[in-house]
């Protein structure tokens, strides 16, 4: 079956880079785009952008140009969410997810990266 | 970008009734493409409906999505236990991606 195994917690400080993962399992990873959206706690759901996982297609969303970088590795079904310069209002759960194969909707989910920015 | 506003923020109904949840656009969403996610405390979204009103394999079929360009409806037609929850709807038809602030569906 379809799965997205995302990596655990982190805690980091103001201005510091946070990279997480996202692995993929169950069916062919080079043909799914992967998207990642984060949700700050109570929150709604904020689109961060999108990876092609032949690395040749990201999009990001354009408050995020600039200070994230998605990338993957085909060898481990792996994709990669990296975030710079973080701010207390980083402070979210951040959500790997499947683009259905016809459209931009999200057929599945990662559990979710919990990233806490704090001093 | 679109901005979606779902209303009502929340909805207090009893199991076995029926639930109307609104998702209004800003501007017109191109080829029905708008999705409805539920989502529970401490779990990642679940697709629910989309192209407005398609459900995937596995969905129960009180799940219904109507609608067109700038207003759309999740219904849900007799609530069962485990639809208590917090529902969003995303819209696909233009970049960026956006979704909306959520309704939670609450027991009365």
């Known amino acids: 079956q379809v799965q997205l195994a995302q990596s655990g917690a982190e805690v980091k400080k103001p201005g510091a880079s946070v990279k997480f993962s996202c692995k993929a399992s169950g069916y062919s990873f080079t043909t799914y785009y992967i998207h990642w959206v984060r949700q700050a706690p109570g929150q709604g759901l904020e689109w961060m952008g999108i990876i092609h996982p032949s690395g040749v297609t990201t999009r990001y969303a354009q408050k995020f140009e600039g200070r994230v970088t998605m990338t993957r590795d085909t060898s481990t079904s792996t994709v990669y969410l990296e975030l710079s310069s973080l701010r207390t209002e980083d402070t979210a759960v951040y959500f790997c997810?499947?683009?259905?194969?016809?459209?931009?909707?999200?057929?599945?989910w990662g559990q979710g990266t919990l990233v806490t920015v704090s001093s | 970008e679109i901005v979606l506003t779902q209303s009502p923020g929340t909805l207090s109904l009893s199991p076995g009734e029926r639930a109307t949840l609104s998702c209004r656009a800003s501007q017109s969403v191109s080829g029905y493409y708008l999705a409805w996610y539920q989502q529970k405390p401490g779990q990642a979204p679940r697709l629910l409906i989309y192209?407005?009103?398609s459900r995937p394999t596995g969905i129960p079929d009180r799940f219904s999505g109507s609608g067109s360009e700038t207003d759309f409806t999740l219904t849900i037609s007799r609530l069962e236990p485990e639809d208590f929850a917090v529902y969003f709807c995303q819209q696909y038809g233009s970049s960026p991606l956006t979704f909306g602030g959520g309704t939670k569906v609450e027991i009365k």
């Open positions: 192209d407005a009103s």
């Open positions: 997810a499947r683009r259905a194969y016809y459209g931009d909707y999200l057929d599945y």
